[in-house]
């Protein structure tokens, strides 16, 4: 990134150093942040729910703390306002936990693994707890009945990939790491691996992670997918197990047929780029009849998000790329997202400045990419996207910045967009403050080493 590029005479680092810094101090307190985000109206216009979820990583109080963990590794100023998230997000469990990365003790996990050692007693507890809770997944799995499976069973959001994630950086700390870390990771990573194996339905041989429409969640995908489906998005699809069979490698964890499982994984999705007139793309999603035809269709839906298409998988593919050391598979990851950022930006299907469909996780996709290829493309993208995040910015709004949510969901145009205040990493203003972090000099927001044992980051599966 070029940090002289300026903005009305501020460099684009400056000036996003300063809207980190608004969001900070706007987030800081626990209890404004619920007097905001809990308003009665601030509610998802479609299905009505309330944009604060005190104990999520999406919009509630672990997604904050992590935020400030990330501020207070540059600046240790922070660290008492990372104690007042985390004890707030303590004291806001419930005795009925949810369950998955983003929702319940394992997001508060995520959290206190954020803070370089600090809160041990409380990081084994919860890490036990998500040992135990990953195996009883784990064995409601094995009992499931017929082919296919559900997005809980593998996804990074809801499934047993994400807390995977979490078991990866348990495993090797001496205050979570013992026996049942151990025996809950090893058996996420042989259930991954069988089901990367093929599996027959209706006479045909198609991938084990095939997604019949009676487990579908939503019912306009029983609609749309009326004979299931295979999800390419890393925030639902098979791209969050690649990235935990990639990652365990390179951690030392191996079960048998785990690097075939992730060769078969890698190539399926590269099997399904898709070239239309502005490049190649990755869908977000591949119906069962699409999958076994002939002549695969070559125009699917795609966005240029994180959720879904190209930057998401590309993410996860060079990663694996590089653990299993194939410079193709490295290569398709570089090129697809030159050719995302290269289309017509009216095409991206991007929805606001936030993380999981808005452009801060663009920017973290290409920032992670960028930086480990030295690629001079991403690199110099990474100001154009910080440049338009920043432009978002709204200064009147309690958090700095807004998540806008379409209504009707149909829609074609921004003035249809309801702004809601959210918080958190995945849709609030946190995760666009950590994704601004990417682009802030050294010598910014910083009095030592931001160097980042757990960076904020693996909650979305790049690091």
């Avoid at 990367?196 to 095939?210: L, R």
């Avoid at 990663?319 to 017509?344: E, K, M, S, Y």
């Amino acid at each position: 990134m070029n940090n002289a590029t300026q903005l009305h005479g501020v460099s684009v680092g400056e000036r996003a150093a300063e809207l980190v810094t608004l969001v900070a101090e706007r987030l800081a307190d626990p209890a404004v942040v619920a007097e905001f985000a809990g308003r009665p109206d601030n509610r998802d216009p479609i299905y009505g729910a309330m944009m604060w979820g005190p104990m999520t990583l999406s919009n509630g109080l672990p997604g904050t703390a992590m935020f400030y963990a990330e501020l207070a590794r540059r600046d240790p100023a922070w660290s008492s306002t990372v104690h007042r998230h985390i004890r707030a997000a303590g004291e806001a469990m419930t005795s009925q936990p949810s369950r998955g990365l983003y929702a319940g003790p394992a997001s508060l996990l995520a959290a206190t693994q954020s803070c370089d050692g600090h809160y041990p007693g409380l990081r084994r507890k919860l890490a036990a707890w998500l040992a135990a809770d990953q195996l009883t997944r784990l064995d409601a799995c094995r009992t499931q009945q017929g082919p296919g499976v559900t997005w809980e069973s593998y996804d990074i959001i809801n499934g047993l990939s994400g807390t995977a994630r979490l078991l990866l950086d348990s495993i090797d700390d001496p205050v979570e790491q013992g026996a049942e870390i151990e025996r809950a990771l090893l058996e996420t990573l042989r259930h991954l691996v069988a089901m990367s194996e093929p599996i027959s339905v209706d006479g045909h041989w198609v991938p084990g992670w095939w997604v019949p429409a009676e487990l579908q969640k939503v019912e306009q995908d029983r609609l749309d997918y009326p004979r299931g489906d295979f999800n390419l998005g890393l925030a639902h699809g098979i791209p969050g197990p690649v990235l935990i069979l990639s990652l365990a490698l390179r951690r030392g964890r191996e079960v048998p047929g785990q690097r075939a499982a992730l060769e078969r994984m890698v190539e399926w999705l590269i099997g399904w780029i898709r070239t239309d007139d502005q490049g190649t793309y990755w869908p977000c999603r591949v119906g069962f009849d699409d999958e076994i035809a002939a002549d695969q269709p070559e125009r699917l839906f795609t966005r240029t998000a994180w959720c879904y298409g190209a930057p998401g998988v590309a993410a996860v593919v060079h990663h694996a790329g590089v653990t299993l050391g194939i410079p193709q598979w490295r290569a398709h990851a570089v090129r697809a997202l030159h050719d995302a950022l290269a289309r017509d930006e009216s095409r991206w299907t991007l929805t606001g400045p936030t993380v999981c469909h808005g452009y801060a996780g663009l920017l973290q996709v290409v920032h992670r990419i960028g930086t480990a290829e030295q690629d001079e493309v991403l690199l110099g993208a990474q100001t154009r996207l910080a440049e338009t995040i920043i432009g978002m910015a709204d200064l009147d709004s309690p958090f700095g910045f807004r998540h806008p949510m379409r209504y009707p969901r149909s829609a074609p145009g921004p003035t249809e967009f309801k702004l809601l205040d959210v918080a958190g990493i995945l849709e609030g203003a946190a995760g666009v403050a950590c994704a601004l972090l990417s682009v802030i000099p050294a010598d910014l927001l910083s009095n030592r080493s931001d160097a980042s044992t757990h960076p904020w980051d693996r909650a979305l599966a790049l690091s």
